[in-house]
C-alpha cells in the first residue's frame, strides 16, 4: 500500500534516485551579481550562514532536491550549496546547469558559451565548487540554443554520464520541441521550464508526460509575487532583479512594483489559494502538484523561515479538482 510520502516521490530517470516532489531553488543564495552594464542579475544582499542554516533545514525536513547554477552569484550559490550538503552529499540530490559566462572576481556574467569543450570545462568547475565528485542532473542554461549544437550538446552529456561526472541530464528552455530534441538522449531524464498558476505551460507539461520526463518547475511563484511579499508595500533593494526588471520579468514594473494586470490576478485566486489552512505559497505549490504528477517546482529561498514555508506545502498536497476548476473559471 502506498504512502502520501511514497506518492510524492518522482523518479530522476529510470534506475534514477528518487525525489521528492519538492526542491528548492538556489539562485537567491547566490547574493549579488550584475551584468556587464550593472543590471542586478541576483536577489539581493544575503547571509550565507542564513543560507547554510535554511539547506539544512531544508533537508531535515525531506527536501533532499537543490537546484543551483553556476553562474548564480557568479559561482557562490555552488559554493554555499556544497558547504550545507558537506557531510550529508550521498542523501542529496544536486541539480545545476551551465553554458553562461562569467567572472567570480568581478561577480559579473558576459556572455555565453555552447560548445562542447566549455561544457567540460564547466562541469569540472562546478564539481570543484560544489565539492562533489558527481552532479546528479546537469542542465543546459542557454534556452535558445540552436538544435545542431545541442545534439552536440547532448553527445557530450552522454560522455559524462558513461564517465560518471554527472548521472542524468536536461536543458533548461521553456520551447517543447527543443525540450524533445534533447529528450531523445539515453540519460535525458528531465525539463526546466517555467510554470505557476498565473501562467501555465500545457505544451511542455504534455511533452514530459509523454516522454517520462521530470518537470522542473522553476518562477512557481511568480518571482515572489505568489507568496504575498510584495502586497505589503516593500519594495525589492537595489541589488534584487525585481528592481530593474529586464523585458522578460513582465511580473514587476520598475522598481520591484508588481505589475497590476498580475497582482490583479493574485487577489483573485488568494480566496481559492489560502483555504484549508495554507499560505499563499503553499496553495500556488499545490497547484503546481495538482496540475502534473511530474512536476517538481523549485521555490527559491533566503531564510530558514521561507524554507519551512515551503516544505510545509508538503504536507498539504495537491489541490483538489473542484479547487482547480475555481482557480481556472477565475482567470478565465
Keep these: 500500500m502506498q504512502t502520501e510520502t511514497d506518492r510524492q516521490k518522482r523518479a530522476l530517470g529510470h534506475g534514477g534516485p528518487d525525489i521528492g516532489a519538492l526542491g528548492f531553488g538556489c539562485w537567491a543564495i547566490g547574493g549579488e551579481w550584475a551584468a556587464p552594464d550593472g543590471s542586478p542579475l541576483g536577489w539581493g544582499k544575503v547571509d550565507d550562514e542564513e543560507s547554510v542554516a535554511a539547506v539544512r533545514r531544508a533537508f531535515d525536513l525531506g527536501v533532499t532536491f537543490f537546484d543551483t547554477a553556476d553562474v548564480y552569484g557568479a559561482g557562490h550559490s555552488e559554493r554555499v550549496l556544497g558547504r550545507a550538503l558537506a557531510g550529508r552529499r550521498d542523501e542529496a540530490v544536486i541539480a545545476t546547469k551551465w553554458g553562461n559566462l562569467f567572472d567570480e572576481r568581478t561577480r559579473t556574467m558576459d556572455g555565453a558559451d555552447t560548445s562542447p569543450a566549455y561544457a567540460r570545462e564547466a562541469l569540472i568547475a562546478s564539481l570543484r565548487r560544489l565539492g562533489t565528485d558527481r552532479i546528479d542532473l546537469y542542465q543546459l542554461h542557454i534556452g535558445d540554443t540552436p538544435p545542431g549544437r545541442a545534439l552536440e550538446l547532448r553527445d557530450a552529456c552522454e560522455e559524462f554520464v558513461a564517465e560518471g561526472l554527472i548521472r542524468a541530464y536536461g536543458w533548461s ?125 523549485i521555490p527559491g529561498f533566503r531564510t530558514v523561515a521561507q524554507a519551512e514555508e515551503n516544505a510545509a506545502a508538503l504536507a498539504h498536497g495537491p489541490l483538489r479538482p473542484g479547487q482547480m476548476e475555481e482557480v481556472a473559471a477565475l482567470l478565465a
Excluded: Y
Aim: charged share 20%; proline share 6%.
Design 173 to 297: 528552455t521553456d520551447d517543447p520541441e527543443r525540450a524533445a530534441l534533447f529528450a531523445g538522449g539515453e540519460h535525458c531524464v528531465a525539463v526546466q521550464h517555467a510554470c505557476n498558476v498565473l501562467e501555465d505551460a500545457p505544451e511542455m507539461l504534455s511533452l514530459t508526460d509523454e516522454r517520462g520526463l521530470i518537470s522542473v518547475i522553476r518562477s512557481p511563484l511568480a518571482m515572489g509575487l505568489l507568496t504575498g511579499a510584495r502586497g505589503d508595500g516593500r519594495r525589492p533593494a537595489a541589488g534584487d532583479i525585481r528592481s530593474t526588471p529586464p523585458a522578460w520579468l513582465s511580473w514587476f514594473e520598475t522598481g520591484g512594483v508588481p505589475a497590476k494586470h498580475w497582482a490583479a490576478r493574485v487577489e483573485a485566486v488568494r480566496e481559492v489559494l489560502t483555504a484549508d489552512g495554507r499560505t499563499l505559497t503553499q496553495g500556488a505549490l499545490g497547484w503546481l502538484w495538482a496540475r502534473s504528477g511530474r512536476a517538481v517546482p
